[in-house]
């Protein structure tokens, strides 16, 4: 959210029914004063049916971009279909997470009073950076110091908000915080421990083509932060996981 510009003056519904989609859609995240960046989820302001719409306008574009990189795309059959491609891949499946609204996740009282260390994966993580919308693929680990008032989710839910969250273009280091910041406020934890570790294939592919170079990232909040016991003992267990 952000409370510096003023919203925009609002068009008429037929001037905006005349609009693209995607531009509906743009105006309606303006009204509301709401971020919009590639890693925000805007399925609130998509109405149904204006996903089919969006990836015509996405198709239309792409096909732009092969035209610009003087690809003749009648001529070569590999390239005939695949402005309508990459709009599914980018709409449906690698940027869902912006699309699609949150997973149902139900959660659960915590009734047995479970406060040990639980520790969730490897959740495989596939994802693509803001830069250069290249993949990036790799590896989370949660780990969770529940209390007795903490809400417990089943272990399979971990990874769907996780890939929900992945599903778009983004930085690795906002993208634990999202996650943290999701499993902070649904299962209220004593202790939030997150590890990422990834491949950034714009590394590999491009720019300084390092095959070895790998990120890790982590969040530790509460108890993770106050407890270096804790902490270790996540950690080694993760290590251990690893080797496994
Ligand atoms: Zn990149």
Redesign the pocket.
């Given at each position: 959210m952000s409370s510096r510009t003023p919203p925009p003056p609002a068009p008429s519904e037929e001037a905006l029914a005349q609009q693209p989609a995607s531009e509906r859609i743009r105006w309606r995240l303006l009204q509301a004063q709401c971020r919009h960046h590639a890693n925000d989820n805007i399925s609130a302001f998509v109405r149904e049916g204006e996903l089919d719409e969006l990836k015509q306008e996405v198709q239309a574009k792409a096909q732009e971009l092969l035209r610009a990189l003087v690809i003749d795309t009648e001529g070569d059959h590999n390239t005939h279909g695949t402005a309508e491609r990459l709009a599914r891949m980018y709409i449906d499946e690698v940027f869902g997470g912006r699309y699609r609204p949150m997973p149902t996740v139900t959660e659960f009282p915590n009734a047995e009073r479970l406060n040990e260390l639980m520790i969730v994966g490897p959740i495989t993580v596939r994802s693509a950076?803001s830069?250069?919308l290249?993949p990036i693929l790799g590896r989370v680990w949660v780990g969770l110091l529940p209390n007795e008032h903490s809400n417990l989710i089943g272990l399979s839910k971990y990874a769907r908000i996780c890939d929900w969250i992945m599903s778009r273009p983004q930085i690795q280091e906002e993208a634990v915080m999202m996650l943290a910041n999701e499993l902070q406020s649904r299962v209220r934890p004593d202790g939030l421990a997150i590890v990422m570790e990834a491949d950034?294939f714009?590394m590999h592919w491009r720019g300084v083509k390092d095959d070895r170079s790998a990120m890790v990232n982590s969040v530790m909040r509460g108890a993770f932060l106050k407890d270096a016991n804790l902490r270790r003992e996540f950690l080694s267990l993760l290590s251990r996981k690893t080797r496994e």
């Open positions: 950076c830069h250069h290249c950034h714009c």
